[in-house]
């Protein structure tokens, strides 16, 4: 699940701004990004990239097809698979 929302940093913890649908004890991860700023800092594609590549399990990468530019129609849609 994926979800995106708004919190408030306060005597040391993020309390988000809106009710939250999770179990207590779920264990999430969070990418922080300080709202308001006027100077923020713009990235480029690459380091956004790098970034994704990143938050990717190493592991997971062993998984990811090798052949996907070529196949992206059975990937995306189901089409049959190419031959080599």
């Keep these: 699940m994926a979800l995106r929302l708004t919190a408030e940093y306060v005597n040391g913890a993020l309390k988000p701004l809106e009710p939250l649908d999770l179990q207590e004890g779920t264990v999430v991860t969070l990418y922080i990004e300080e709202q308001g700023k006027s100077n923020r800092q713009q990235h480029s594609a690459l380091e956004i990239a790098d970034r994704i ?23 995306l849609y189901g089409h049959t698979k190419e031959d080599d």
């Design 53 to 75: 590549r990143q938050s990717v399990p190493t592991d997971a990468w062993d998984d990811m097809p090798t052949d996907a530019a070529k196949n992206y129609r059975h990937y």
